[in-house]
């Protein structure tokens, strides 16, 4: 017990340094040193070096918590849909939210730029609404319908998006970056209403806690526990559905890090998901600020963060394939 | 008590069990005995108020629709036919799992030992499931099944898959149990040695319900299977090729 919880601590510590480093790090470079003075004295009285408060707090600072904010949103999602599919291959995109968003954002890259980010998460709930309703069989949520069902939303839903962008010639280069994912747009706005909608739903999501353990044995011998398995179903994927639509309709699909870091989690901190789940969150906002910062730091300019997850990400994902048996086949 | 009145089930468009209806008292040791695809599982299933079904299951005196999924833990436990889990929790873990009905967060359960003890396992308690053996991994299940301290356990073919040495070891903890003993059996001989009452069923309905140890049953047997058995000294035997 003792050492799992150093474990979470030193994880938190590690996401401190990480978010003092990045804020730290770009075309102005701010000593380390300077960066917690500037931060203390923003709230304590006057700041002596007033650029470096206006670069931390109106440049940087969003960013870099938005990061922070996004990687927490797609681990928690990814240990969601990992646990309650009892499908390590699991992410946070597979009830057809990156197609339901990209869709959104394809539609609203040819009306306004203003309605890209609502139209996004409209759309992405629209696709987690239909892939509910589909694997619905006998009052239950099968989670092997679900999973098919949610390749089928998801193609059906990028085919239409494809054919906009072929068709009425949409800003392709900003429809692109948009699918690659990036943090450019970050503004104190998108962290507070993602802070919020964290703050709601992640709750709901550690509450089911003690279920997600027992969900691992199959639905029948959850159920056999005790387990009303299709309120713990109902409520964790709806809840980190909606929170991931949030962050996807502010800075468009960012893979890997939803898939990968609770395998990273699992491996340091095991099974349980009690310190699963926080060790999976505190992963996936380090590794989320991490590839960011190297996104926005690269010297001929940004590229889109998705392409840095990715880069570390897959070869990590054929590590964890050639290392770990796969698929439960107990269901 | 558990009694089952008219209890229908259909999967799809099939009718697998088809108004079948019983009762069982407390501490009793049934066997389920028939061919594959009699229906014997699914109404384990459906007494663990884990499937669909039309008609009605009373236990302890109240429909279970109207039971909470957790009140029916509290009541029924079901260890399934094959278990695998490729997640790394200890058998101490894995059985604390089954204090859930009673503490939400199981892991703070204590006296579990007891539990372990009772299936000989408790020098098991620091492995890992993913590591154990199948007949180690059937007496997990069963303890897992005591901690949930339920008034029935269902069991679905305990020792199928098991070696001839695990299988008695598994048949002895069941005769053992305090409790009643719901189980589907394909060994006839422990049906016949083990069991209080046998119900013997074929195509979703029930052929007969026997006491253990009856020649009523080894007839029963007969004709469902269309082979003729004797019993020579408590054992199932066929005198001479069908």
């Known amino acids: ?331 | 008590m558990i009694e089952a009145i008219n209890l229908s089930v259909k999967i799809g468009s099939r009718q697998i069990l088809k108004k079948i209806n019983f009762t069982f008292q407390d501490k009793e040791k049934i066997a389920i005995v028939g061919p594959n695809g009699s229906g014997k599982t699914t109404l384990l299933r459906a007494l663990g108020g884990m499937l669909p079904y039309m008609g009605e299951i009373i236990l302890d005196g109240m429909e279970i629709r109207k039971y909470k999924r957790q009140d029916i833990a509290k009541l029924v436990s079901y260890v399934p036919q094959i278990f695998y889990t490729p997640y790394t929790f200890t058998v101490e873990e894995f059985v604390k799992m089954g204090k859930y009905v009673d503490i939400r967060n199981w892991w703070n359960a204590e006296e579990i030992d007891r539990y372990l003890d009772d299936v000989g396992i408790l020098s098991l308690k620091a492995r890992y499931v993913n590591t154990l053996s199948g007949g180690e991994l059937q007496k997990v299940l069963i303890a897992r099944a005591l901690a949930q301290n339920p008034k029935i356990i269902m069991l679905d073919e305990p020792t199928s898959h098991l070696d001839p040495k695990a299988a008695l070891e598994i048949n002895k903890i069941i005769t053992n149990l305090d409790k009643t003993v719901i189980s589907v059996v394909h060994d006839l001989n422990a049906a016949y040695n083990l069991y209080s009452k046998i119900m013997v069923m074929a195509n979703g309905e029930i052929f007969g319900i026997f006491e253990g140890k009856s020649q009523d049953f080894v007839d029963a047997i007969s004709k469902i299977y269309g082979i003729q058995y004797e019993i020579m000294g408590n054992r199932f035997i066929v005198p001479r090729s069908p």
């Open chain 1, 1 to 331: 017990m003792r050492p799992k919880i150093l474990i979470l601590f030193s994880l938190l510590i590690l996401l401190i340094l990480n978010i003092l480093t990045s804020i730290s790090i770009g075309p102005v470079r701010i000593p380390f040193y300077d960066v917690v003075i500037t931060i203390f004295q923003y709230f304590t009285g006057d700041p002596y070096n007033r650029i470096y408060m206006l670069i931390i707090f109106y440049i940087r600072m969003p960013r870099v918590l938005l990061a922070v904010l996004i990687g927490a949103v797609l681990a928690i999602s990814g240990l969601t849909t990992q646990t309650i599919f009892r499908n390590p291959l699991g992410d946070p995109y597979l009830t057809g939210i990156a197609s339901g968003a990209a869709l959104g954002a394809a539609i609203g890259f040819l009306i306004s730029p203003f309605v890209v980010e609502p139209l996004a998460f409209a759309f992405a709930m629209l696709a987690v609404f239909i892939t509910f309703v589909i694997s619905r069989v006998d009052g239950e949520f099968s989670p092997e319908i679900m999973i098919l069902a949610g390749i089928a939303v998801s193609f059906f839903f990028s085919a239409i998006a494809s054919y906009l962008i072929y068709l009425r010639e949409v800003n392709l280069r900003g429809v692109l970056f948009w699918l690659l994912g990036g943090l450019y747009g970050a503004n104190w706005n998108d962290v507070f209403y993602l802070t919020i909608a964290s703050l709601i739903l992640f709750p709901i999501i550690f509450y089911f806690i003690p279920e997600f353990d027992l969900m691992l044995m199959g639905d029948e011998q959850a159920k056999s526990m005790g387990v009303n398995t299709k309120r713990v179903k109902v409520f964790t994927l709806l809840s980190s559905s909606i929170v991931t639509s949030f962050a996807v309709s502010m800075v468009g699909i960012i893979g890997f890090i939803g898939l990968v870091s609770p395998h990273i989690a699992r491996k340091i901190v095991g099974e349980s998901h009690r310190f699963l789940l926080p060790a999976s969150i505190l992963i996936g906002a380090n590794l989320l600020l991490a590839s960011d910062t190297i996104a926005r730091s690269n010297p001929g300019g940004e590229i889109p963060v998705g392409i840095i997850t990715s880069f570390i990400g897959a070869p990590l994902l054929i590590y964890l394939l050639i290392r770990r048996r796969f698929i439960d086949r107990s269901n």
